[in-house]
């Protein structure tokens, strides 16, 4: 497969904190929007674009897909048509994947036995970023972050991440790698859209200052934050399906009151509702990566167009400030 030669001529690539890691300021994750939820060929088509686009991160995690584990082994299969070298690719573990007292959580056991799984599925010998994805309240941290050194340690990871540590979490995990020397924490997965701003106030101030890498997963807040449920939920869409509960419940009147007085300041600026989301969110320097889901390429085209329009106006933010609140 050719890719085009002006893939990396308009991405731009943010240093990851103090590391030497550059991402792009749109990532694709595989969770919902691609994986096992759509066939081969369109998925394939949906990371080519990407790539074509300068989108050099692709994100996963060993539960993705239906069953668990089937999005990384499509990852897999695809990945046999791209270049390794040229891509960021990271996976998690933490949440439930197999049965047992040793398939869920933050052990040694979990960290290590989920990662080499992850790398078998995908056919490949090492991830550039493996992340704990939940703070696990019963094992302690040092072992946690210990299994993390270990991978690194191995070669089966290149950086450390976490993903979902609010502070003091986030700060402790610091203080724990940086006291016994081990491999640092390169980067910060947190939930963090505009509608959901907890970020700002329990991870940001900690990565700012600590010189750590953020990429904002569900910055679009599953479809949200986009033209989607301006009008109800229209059928077909991922909040229609029967495993829609979660984000049925997010779209309340109040949501979509604020989401229609958002679009109308998209439109404004010339841009989408999405567009504008992911911008508002890259303005903040402390933001790396931004973590886009998509099922079309379409969706993939229209993301990337945030970029051509970073830049707000006082006026237009304080405008957002007024709509969103804190």
Known sequence: MEFSPQRYATMPYRRCGRSGLKLPAISLGLWQGTGSYVEDEQSKQILFTAFNHGITHFDLANNYGTPPGASEELFGRILKEMPRHELVISTKAGYPMWPGPYGDWGSRKH????????????????????????????????????????????????????SSY????????????????????????????????QAEREVLPTAGQEGVGVIAFCPLAQGLLTDRYLNGIPEGSRASLANGGWLRSTITPEAVSKVRLLNEVAACRGQTLA????????????????????????????????????????????????????
């Open 111 to 162: 960290l290590i036995t989920s990662c080499e799984q992850s790398l078998k599925r995908m056919g490949i010998d090492h991830v550039d970023i493996f992340y704990s994805h939940r703070r696990d309240p019963e094992t302690p941290m040092e072992e946690t972050l210990g299994a993390l050194e270990t991978l690194v340690r191995q070669g089966k990871v290149l950086y450390a991440g976490i």
């Open 166 to 197: 609010t502070d003091p979490s986030f700060t402790q995990a610091l203080a724990i790698t940086r006291q016994k020397d081990w491999a640092p924490i390169t980067i910060h997965q947190p939930y963090y859209h505009m509608l959901a701003r």
């Open 275 to 326: 567009q504008m989301a992911l911008a508002w969110l890259l303005k903040d320097q402390r933001v790396t990566s931004v973590l886009i889901g998509a099922s079309k390429p379409q969706q993939v085209d229209d993301c990337v167009g945030s970029l051509a329009n970073q830049a707000f106006s006082a006026e237009e933010l304080a405008t957002i400030e007024t709509i969103i609140g804190p």
